[in-house]
């Protein structure tokens, strides 16, 4: 892109997509149906579901992107999004922690270690923002102003330390405007968000793991519970680092 966009040019691209671009839901099913003709093992199977399909919204906003004609101006180092309420399913918490507890030593031991300090350095914020109702249509401006960082975010390089297990909410909001729009405020008009692709992405996961569940497999989550119960990443951590992440 030579310019950034304007932010009625932004709608009007949005509303072309509204108007005349059709997501195909068979991209998610596809790679659902692929794992369960697999003979791998029930764990790596629903691992290789649910990292295949965050990819697979990456893949549908680029399509999206470029039937509209639209490019992300968003760049490494950028963690504006990094400071928003991330919400997601306890299911969702632990695919993610189990994927994490696969990398390597060096870098989980990392993860680890960051988390110790931030949640000795964060306390005070974080009893203010897992308070906050995740429904009241406040809470995206008022958690921000709290400035509290995700907890998967690294404090020197301004990077995600699971980058590519990163949920939903961090994949979807992106920005197509001047950068700045975002360093100069708290909740800028100009971004998007594509995050109605959540509901093909967890339709697909939630059919994965209920027909392994269906057929006897241990799917390692208490399944249908898990896949019904949300709460914000950082509580999520907090039960994971407690060993309280299995109690209902």
Known sequence: M???????????KCERLNQSYEIDPAFFDNIIDELLDSEAETE???????????????HE?????????????????CAFCCYFP??????????????????????KNAIFEHWERYY?????????????????????????KLNLPCPMLDPETQLCMAYEVRPIPCRTYLNYSDPNVCAENHMPKEPF????????????????VQALYENGEDVFVDYPSDAWSYDYLPAWVKSYREGTLNEI
């Open 2 to 12: 030579d310019r950034f966009l304007k932010h009625h040019e932004i709608l009007e």
């Open 44 to 58: 790596t199977v629903i691992l290789q579901g649910f990292q295949n399909l965050l990819k697979e919204v990456d």
């Open 61 to 77: 906003i680029n399509r999206m992107e470029s039937f509209s004609g639209m490019g992300a101006t968003c760049f490494k180092g």
């Open 86 to 107: 991330i919400v997601l399913s306890r299911m969702e918490a632990k695919m993610m922690f189990r994927s994490i507890e696969h990398f390597s030593e060096q870098r």
């Open 120 to 144: 000795n350095q964060q306390a005070g914020k974080l009893d203010t923002a897992l308070a906050m109702d995740p429904d009241d249509p406040n809470t995206k401006l008022e958690y921000k």
């Open 193 to 208: 968000s594509y995050e109605f692709l959540y509901t093909y992405y967890f339709g697909a996961i939630n059919e994965l």
